[in-house]
């Protein structure tokens, strides 16, 4: 069991993954991070162009990593203040167990 350990998951709009990639990069834990396209389902259109709002799905990127408590704290005061209104969302999660297999 690993106590203090998160598991933070970002959606990203598809135009701020360079620069996530970058911010990550800057802060990486000793584990690294993972990214992958998704499409976010979301009765909401708010933001959403027409196209989008026919699809009933908006492109994002997500990213994972998981940190430890005081670089839960650095990431997301480093992406707060780079960041603000960008149309991020997080969640953060407790790592319950990790390890290679």
């Not at 911010?23 to 998704?38: R, Y």
Request: net charge negative; proline share 4%; glycine share 6%.
């Amino acid at each position: 069991m690993n106590n203090n350990e998160y598991l933070v998951t970002l959606q990203v709009p598809v135009s701020l993954e360079e620069l996530i990639v970058d911010c990550l990069l800057a802060l990486e834990s000793e584990l690294g991070f993972i990214s992958f396209p998704v499409s976010v389902h979301n009765h909401q259109h708010k933001g959403l162009s027409l196209s989008e709002q026919v699809r009933g799905r908006q492109k994002k990127i997500r990213f994972q990593l998981q940190v430890d408590e005081p670089g839960l704290f650095a990431l997301l005061t480093q992406l707060k203040q780079d960041f603000s209104g960008a149309g991020i969302h997080y969640r953060v999660l407790p790592v319950i167990e990790h390890g290679f297999i």
